[in-house]
């Protein structure tokens, strides 16, 4: 079976993939007729050319390769000199880059992990934490002022995905985080591990996740570089 590649550079011809209003281009991979990956390429508008394109690849090993080269042809020819994108560290395989040429550029944040049974969390009298609309595939969410997260359950573990704003206390996060947890060891008994994630220099964030018990892991997610040229 050999993979086929399609540049998408239109909405309706990418239902499904098409991710906003700075998609320039989709590239599918198909096998047998079936989409098996996509490469959703993204405008940002940057002045710095080398800044401008960035990737949101999503699917099978085997087709990353292509559907990458492709991407980057496609921003080549619109001006970019660099192609940028994120992946999580256990799910790129460094033959990727290898092939394509492209190198890690730097971490965009670390996971942590807890487990529930070891958690500290206790009750921080932190009057402002309060529980607000879920968003999308949450089960609950909790904030205090901007900062909140949202709790998604995968088989017996929480995930917290975490946004912010403005600065806070470690204190505050931390009540924050606490809150969150004691939550999910109320709610959901059968739970027995959390995972979070913190940008490598989000020290408020990484301290108030290792009062609550919290520690980091090698799992990361990482920012590959392209170099085209020019």
Known sequence: MSVSLEVCRD????????????????VLAREDGAVIGSVVV????????????????????????????EAAGLVRS????????????????SSVPAELGAAEDGDVYRWWQLDLSAARAEDTGAGRV?????????????????A???????????VLVHDREEEHTPGELT???????????????????????????DDTLGAALT?????????RAVEYLLPLGG
């Open 211 to 219: 009062a609550v018990g919290f520690a980091p892991t090698d799992r």
């Open 78 to 93: 619109s001006g970019g000199t660099a192609l940028r994108w994120v992946a999580e560290s256990d799910e790129m395989p």
């Open 175 to 201: 009540a924050l985080v606490s809150a969150v947890v004691r939550r999910v060891r109320e709610d959901h008994p059968s739970v027995r591990a959390a995972e979070a994630y913190a940008a490598p220099d």
């Open 148 to 158: 909140v997260f949202d709790v998604e359950l995968e088989d017996d573990t929480a």
């Open 11 to 26: 909405r309706a011809d990418a239902t499904g993939h098409w991710e906003d209003e700075r998609t320039t281009a989709v």
């Open 130 to 146: 309060e529980e607000r609309p879920a968003g999308e595939g949450a089960v609950f969410r909790i904030g205090l002022d901007d």
């Open 42 to 69: 993204l405008d940002l508008g940057a002045d710095d050319p080398a800044l401008r394109f960035v990737a949101v690849p999503e699917g099978a090993f085997e087709a990353l390769v292509p559907m990458l080269r």
